[in-house]
């Protein structure tokens, strides 16, 4: 039961905090199921079967992606990374560096950066 799974007594939490839990926990669910149906499918030998467990799968990515919608929705931090990432282009992690004015990130190819320069002048 995954009211089980709360690291804090739950008579000390907000509604919107187990709300939110329940979205985790669901989003959570759903991409796990996704990865079974994939493995399911991919080693499944009859054809209509595996195209079964592919539909199965791609139903399970669709209740993911409206659970996200929901925490998109409901959480600032959460929208705003989405606003960044989500359909970004080139390397991720440049799109990160960029997000927050570093440029190339520290540790990828051809940087000499330690990775701290962006915290100058933050206080």
Known sequence: ???ESYHEPIELLSEGTKNMHRALVSLREELEAVDWYQQRAEACSDAELRAILTHNKNEEIEHAMMTLEWLRRNNAVIDSNI???V??????TGVEAASVGGGSSAGEPGSTSLGIGSLKGKR
């Open 1 to 3: 039961m995954s009211s």
């Open 83 to 85: 606003k960044t990432y």
């Open 87 to 92: 359909n970004s282009r080139g390397p991720i």
